[in-house]
C-alpha cells in the first residue's frame, strides 16, 4: 500500500527502571501542537516498515513515535527476518507487562514532552504483538482511543484489563488467521462488552494474519485499505486532529 511517509529520526529515551530504549520518531509539517500516536512494532522490530507505518501517521499530521519494545536483550536497531520466529521468540518471551507498560509511559511521555503533541489527543496502534501493547497502553495510559491489528494474546492474556480502558478501542481481525482463532477474538468482545466499554471490532473475512504489512506475503491490500481508512476515521472520531 503505497501511501505519503513523512521522514524520522531516531531517538532516546529513559525509562523508568533505569534502562534506555531508541525510539523511531517522525513528525507534521507545520506548526503544532499536534495530536500523538505511538506506533507499536509486529514482533520483527522496528523495521522499515512499522517507520514507514510512522512515517505515513505522520504524513497524516500526527507525531509518532515507534519504541523498540526489545531494548532489554536485543541490540539497538534489531530486525529480526520475517518469517523466522526462532530469532524473535527469545525476545518476545522475555517481555513482562510490568516493563513494557514502563515503555509505553516514556514514549507518551516524549510525545507529550519533547515531542511537542497535545496531552489529550494521544492514542496508540499496534501490529500483532503491537496490538496486545496497544491494549495494554489503553489500560495504562491517559489515551484518548487505541487501535488493535490482530492483537495476539490480547485474549485471555490481557481481558482482565478491560475496565481499566482509558478511551475507545479499535480492534481488527483476519478471518482466516490461522494464529488467532475466532474463540479468542470473540472473548475480547464479550470482556469489553461486560466492563462497558466502547469499541468496535473488524473482522476481515478474507484476510490472514498480518494482513496491514505490504512487506509480508500476508498482506490483502482490499483490507490493509479499508482499515487505513477506519484507523484515520476513528482517531478522526476520538481525537478530533483537524
Not at 27 to 56: C, K, S, T, W, Y
Not at 130 to 142: C, D, K, Q, Y
Not at 146 to 154: E, F
Request: hydrophobic share 45%; net charge negative; with cysteine.
Amino acid at each position: 500500500m503505497t501511501m505519503p511517509s513523512a521522514p524520522g529520526d531516531w531517538t532516546d529515551l529513559a525509562v523508568s527502571d533505569g534502562t534506555t530504549m531508541r525510539a523511531w520518531t517522525a513528525r507534521p509539517a507545520g506548526a503544532g501542537p499536534h495530536p500523538g500516536i505511538l506506533v507499536l512494532q509486529e514482533a520483527f522490530g522496528v523495521n522499515a516498515h512499522i517507520r514507514d507505518v510512522a512515517g505515513r501517521f505522520a504524513a497524516e499530521g500526527f507525531v509518532a513515535i515507534a519504541p523498540e519494545l526489545f531494548h532489554r536483550t536485543a541490540p539497538a536497531g534489531f530486525e529480526g527476518p520475517y518469517g523466522n520466529f526462532p530469532a524473535v521468540m527469545p525476545h518476545v518471551r522475555a517481555m513482562t507487562r510490568d516493563g513494557t507498560a514502563a515503555d509505553l509511559r516514556a514514549a507518551f511521555d516524549w510525545l507529550t514532552g519533547a515531542g511537542g503533541g497535545a496531552r489529550e489527543r494521544v492514542a496508540s496502534v499496534g501490529y500483532c504483538m503491537g496490538g496486545r501493547a496497544s491494549f495494554l497502553a489503553n489500560a495504562t495510559l491517559p489515551l484518548a482511543c487505541a487501535v488493535s491489528y490482530y492483537g495476539s494474546g490480547i485474549a485471555p492474556g490481557l481481558t482482565g484489563r478491560a475496565a481499566a480502558l482509558a478511551g475507545p478501542q479499535l480492534l481488527f481481525w483476519g478471518g482466516r488467521d490461522t494464529h488467532i482463532p475466532p474463540e479468542q477474538y470473540r472473548a475480547v468482545d464479550d470482556a469489553l462488552r461486560a466492563a462497558g466499554k466502547p469499541y468496535t471490532s473488524v473482522v476481515f473475512s478474507e484476510a490472514g494474519h498480518a494482513f496491514f504489512c505490504d512487506a509480508r506475503p500476508d498482506y490483502h491490500p482490499a483490507s490493509a485499505r479499508e482499515s487505513w481508512a477506519l484507523v484515520l476515521a476513528f482517531l478522526d472520531d476520538n481525537l478530533s486532529r483537524e
